[in-house]
């Protein structure tokens, strides 16, 4: 049984990237991975994808006195937030996920850069989700082009069309919660994204410093990091800053092709498990792990623990 001293958390959430492709080409993107003969990614393996995650939801239920994060931590429900790349250029196979999931017993949210998320699609997504989080770097159409969010049709959504999209959302599923990521960069530290975070109204706003773990390219300073917190102060109720050093093996991470892996504070790339399917879930987390200190503090700067 966990002792007297572990932390309690409402839900411990799963990251699943199933896909390095994107529509956009930012410049620091993390979603880079080594996969040489990996074959395809697994979110094209249903079976496999069924597979994979019955045998997280099994290992990682709050029932698992034996998993070893229960010596520092518990938790009371299980969510799986599907990630990228961009996830939504798999609309129908993401639908699948989120419908297995949640049959097996998670619940789901999705993190995406809101470019492909129409009425449609949100009417058919919205109310499977829990958490709608939406990558946001700038109000600005040049900044976001500069960094990198533009299609090959050289499309730039705008925040019009990215409020109506989760206004929508929130309509259909009047529970649902909504998430902000911004990238703190080189090309955005300097500006002012008080009044387009209070239009989107979202419960969480997690503001991340870029973090080079693939590349330094638009890497801030930590002073010029600290102004942009210290500019956006009027919404601290609701703001979650991440250092280069809160987000090393803070996370659990699984990337597309069912390996968990982690990234380390001043090294490039990444650390990876063997493939889950190969090794079984319990083998594959115990070569790379999380820091449980970490990943709890991230959701205590939250009121309420919210755990969007």
Avoid at 161 to 169: D, H, P, T, W, Y
Avoid at 198 to 215: G, H, I
Avoid at 268 to 273: D, H, M, P
């Amino acid at each position: 049984m966990p002792s007297n001293s572990t932390t309690q958390n409402r839900e411990l959430v799963i990251n699943w990237h199933i896909t390095e492709a994107c529509n956009y080409s930012c410049r620091y993107c993390y979603a880079k991975w080594q996969a040489d003969d990996m074959g395809r990614e697994l979110i094209h393996d249903r079976q496999g994808t069924w597979n994979m995650l019955s045998g997280i939801y099994d290992y990682f239920r709050p029932e698992n006195v034996s998993n070893p994060l229960r010596k520092e931590m518990t938790w009371d429900s299980l969510r799986l937030n599907l990630a990228g790349g961009e996830p939504l250029l798999y609309q129908q196979k993401v639908i699948e996920v989120i419908k297995v999931a949640r049959q097996i017993g998670f619940t789901v949210s999705i993190i995406t850069n809101g470019s492909r998320m129409d009425g449609a699609l949100a009417e058919e997504m919205a109310p499977l989700l829990s958490v709608l989080g939406v990558s946001l770097d700038s109000a600005n159409e040049q900044t976001n082009a500069a960094i990198g969010r533009i299609d090959r049709r050289f499309d730039v959504p705008t925040t019009t069309e990215l409020g109506s999209a989760i206004i929508r959302a929130k309509s259909i599923n009047v529970g649902l919660k909504v998430k902000i990521n911004t990238v703190v960069n080189a090309l955005n530290w300097h500006q002012d994204l008080s009044d387009l975070v209070a239009s989107l109204a979202p419960v969480k706003w997690k503001v991340l410093r870029m973090l080079p773990s693939v590349t330094d390219e638009l890497a801030v300073t930590e002073q010029e990091f600290q102004h942009f917190v210290r500019r956006h102060q009027s919404h601290r109720k609701i703001m979650c800053v991440e250092d280069n050093t809160d987000m090393a093996e803070s996370y659990l991470m699984i990337d597309p092709h069912g390996r968990f892996f982690q990234n380390s504070l001043g090294k490039k790339g990444y650390v990876y498990s063997s493939p889950i399917l190969e090794v079984g879930v319990a083998g594959a987390y115990s070569h790379t792990g999380m820091s449980v200190l970490k990943f709890t503090s991230r959701y205590s700067q939250t009121p309420g623990n919210a755990q969007a």
